[in-house]
């Protein structure tokens, strides 16, 4: 069962969608913590409800506490569903090859900074592209920069609103994110 820790700082629909596939079976993993760097996001609810831990980061320290204590949980993924802040080297380093994120978009195009929420169906719906997607990634010290492990498309050519690109790229993402967990669970992952 490949231990995880969550981390987020907002609604948490991807946490809840990696808890629906553990719960169903299709998933061999445990959410051990959820992480926020938010005192208080719509994520920590589901945490209430599945009896997850949760432990509230403060991004200007360094990040020693919480590397220790992921040690001691021995959490062999991080998942990053919709956290906002940048990953300090030091936990980037302890943890090489084995933090992912989900960006709501095709990387590499629309990521780096600011690229966040309705920021980036906006430029897409900008962009006058027929297609979105989902990307997972790896991450690195340079925002959604690591090397890509997998995407997957979908079409918006009939779409007029980005709050239109959202629904449909998060109903993708839902799938995308436990498939590629799954696939490190089964160690299909190469790097
Ligand atoms: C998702 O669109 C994800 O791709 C992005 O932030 C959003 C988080 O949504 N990184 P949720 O908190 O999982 O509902």
Request: aromatic letters at 6%.
């Amino acid at each position: 069962m490949l231990k995880l820790a969550v981390f987020v700082s907002g609604r948490g629909s991807n946490l809840a969608a990696i808890v629906a596939k553990i719960k169903s079976g299709y998933l061999s993993a445990k959410v051990c913590m959820v992480v926020s760097n938010k005192k208080e996001c719509k994520a920590f609810e589901i945490c209430i409800d599945e009896k997850i831990p949760t432990y509230v980061v403060d991004t200007n320290d360094s990040y020693e506490d919480l590397i220790e204590i992921l040690d001691n949980e021995n959490i062999e993924l991080i998942v990053l569903a919709g956290f906002l802040k940048k990953i300090p080297i030091n936990l980037i380093q302890r943890f090489k090859n084995k933090i992912i994120n989900i960006h709501p978009a095709l990387l590499p195009a629309l990521g780096g900074k600011g690229m966040y929420g309705l920021n980036v169906h906006n430029a897409v719906l900008k962009s006058s592209s027929k297609v979105s997607g989902a990307t997972i990634h790896f991450v690195d010290e340079i925002y959604d920069n690591g090397k890509i492990i997998e995407q997957r498309e979908v079409d918006i050519s009939d779409v007029k609103t980005a709050e239109e690109i959202a629904a449909k790229v998060l109903k993708v993402e839902h799938e995308l994110l436990p498939d590629v967990i799954k696939k490190f669970a089964e160690n299909k992952i190469k790097y």
